[in-house]
T-cell receptor, first 116, second 116 residues
Framework: AQKVTQAQTEISVVEKEDVTLDCVYE???????LFWYKQPPSGELVFLIR??????QNEISGRYSWNFQKSTSSFNFTITASQVVDSAVYFC?????????????FGTGTRLKVLA | DAGVTQSPTHLIKTRGQQVTLRCSPK?????VSWYQQALGQGPQFIFQ???????QRGNFPDRFSGHQFPNYSSELNVNALLLGDSALYLC???????????????FGSGTRLTVV
């Protein structure tokens, strides 16, 4: 079964704090892709980062970093030195490569509020 | 470079009516997917169009149908509207099905449909 769980419904932080958004996924595919998208009030889903299942190297891109651990099926996303403009709903998504499907499975999202 | 364009941005319909939503993919993209996002939920896959044919469908009734035109633009049609169809409808495009699955889709800002 394919499933993405974002247990944190809402997180509030003060500006300049670091914040980590959690994502746990379930899949039977051996090759899959994981994504984080940001959804500001405008509604558009903005692509942030992606990771292939065969590449567990964690990376940093500007203020964004991610921690992918296949052993625990987790793909957590961290924003360093948060800013008010980071306030949005963040979605984790799963795409399977070998099941013949091209859809994304999204989590229910985590609303991040960054307070000035 | 324009991204994914959706129209209209907002729409109010009465139960039982029919609605058509439109999507123009990002330049260079030939694959269009539609998602439904209910309030407080993650997007749910409706269907995907490629080469003017429906290639994959999610768990949605036949009241939901679509079309893709030779210029890659797409329409989503919903017949016999129910109150539960009220949602944000998102269009996503990619330069091919595999690329979208692997690299990520580009999403539009959506059409917010309210059924009264």
């Amino acid at each position: 079964a394919q499933k993405v769980t974002q247990a944190q419904t809402e997180i509030s932080v003060v500006e300049k704090e670091d914040v980590t958004l959690d994502c746990v996924y379930e899949t039977r595919d051996t090759t899959y892709y994981l994504f984080w998208y940001k959804q500001p009030p405008s509604g558009e889903l903005v692509f942030l980062i992606r990771r292939n299942s065969f590449d567990e190297q964690n990376e940093i891109s500007g203020r964004y970093s991610w921690n992918f651990q296949k052993s625990t099926s987790s793909f957590n996303f961290t924003i360093t030195a948060s800013q008010v403009v980071d306030s949005a709903v963040y979605f984790c998504a799963l795409s399977e490569a070998t099941s013949g499907t091209y859809k994304y499975i999204f989590g229910t999202g985590t609303r991040l509020k960054v307070l000035a | 470079d324009a991204g994914v364009t959706q129209s209209p941005t907002h729409l109010i319909k009465t139960r039982g009516q029919q609605v058509t939503l439109r999507c123009s993919p990002k330049s260079g993209h030939d694959t269009v997917s539609w998602y439904q996002q209910a309030l407080g939920q993650g997007p749910q896959f409706i269907f995907q169009y490629y080469e003017e044919e429906e290639r994959q469908r999610g768990n949605f009734p036949d009241r939901f149908s679509g079309h893709q035109f030779p210029n890659y633009s797409s329409e989503l049609n919903v017949n016999a509207l129910l109150l539960g169809d009220s949602a944000l409808y998102l269009c996503a495009s990619s330069p091919g099905r595999v690329e979208g699955r692997r690299l990520g889709y580009t999403f539009g800002s959506g059409t917010r449909l309210t059924v009264v």
